[in-house]
């Protein structure tokens, strides 16, 4: 199974910073990777797939990157509402997700 | 506007057997694969199992294998999950969720997710 270690656990960052979230996959995942964002109490939503891809409606403040097995989820000024739990989730063999990133503002 | 709607959730005692539903609305169901996702109190997501928008093809992650049923009427456009055998592990919010469009082929993203469903599993 491929196993996703996600860094760091947990963040805070001020308001209209960028903040960066790590994904590193056990193998290569070619691409096969989505970032999922979950606000508290509610389910996830689909930010990027292929990596690099933005889903429809989602702020052009948020981009994917990576290859291999090594990718990241980058948000350019950070606002209130980017308060949530963000989530890694490969698709190359299977279906795992990362242990997630809890995002605050400080 | 896609819309799924999970029901069917509760507690449910060590041993026992539990049937999730998912109403699908908003897109052509019968087009799609859909999943059932779980999240534990306060932990991550763990994908659950996957059925092909046929209904021919089922896929599960091997802690499910053989005790939980993936399932789906396109006639209804509804979503189900059998859960027998339940354990106190299996303790979870279940998401139903719609695979990404069959173009990109093979198991892939999650594009929607319903609002979840609590199962309880306790004596």
């Known amino acids: 199974d491929i196993q996703m270690t996600q860094s760091p656990a947990s963040l805070s960052a001020s308001l209209g910073e960028t903040v960066t979230i790590e994904c590193r996959a056990s193998?290569?995942?070619?691409?096969?990777l989505a970032w999922y964002q979950q606000k508290p109490g509610k389910s996830p939503q689909l930010l990027i797939y292929?990596?690099?891809s933005l889903h429809t409606g989602v702020p052009s403040r948020f981009s994917g990157s990576g290859s291999g097995t090594q990718y990241s989820l980058k948000i350019n000024s950070l606002q209130s509402e980017d308060v949530a739990s963000y989530f890694c989730?490969?698709?190359?063999?299977?279906?795992?997700f990362g242990s997630g990133t809890k995002l605050e503002i400080k | 506007e896609v819309q799924l709607v999970e029901s069917g959730g509760g507690l449910v005692q060590p041993g026992r057997s539990m049937k999730l539903s998912c109403a699908a609305s908003?897109?052509?169901?019968?087009?799609?694969?859909m999943a059932w996702v779980c999240q534990a109190p306060k932990k991550g997501l763990e994908w659950v199992a996957t059925?092909?928008?046929?209904?021919?093809?089922?896929y599960y992650r091997d802690s499910v294998k053989g005790r939980f049923t993936i399932s789906r009427d396109n006639a209804k456009s509804t979503l189900y999950l059998q859960m027998d055998s339940l354990r106190s592990e299996d303790t979870a919010t279940y998401y139903c969720?719609?695979?990404?469009?069959?173009?990109?082929?093979?198991?892939?993203?999650?594009?929607?997710w319903g609002q979840g469903t609590l199962v309880t599993v306790s004596s």
């Open positions: 969720a719609r695979h990404a469009d069959p173009y990109y082929g093979g198991l892939n993203w999650f594009a929607y």
């Open positions: 059925i092909s928008y046929d209904g021919s093809s089922t």
């Open positions: 193998e290569d995942i070619y691409n096969g």
């Open positions: 989730q490969q698709y190359y063999d299977y279906l795992t």
């Open positions: 908003g897109f052509t169901f019968n087009n799609y694969d």
């Open positions: 292929n990596a690099n």
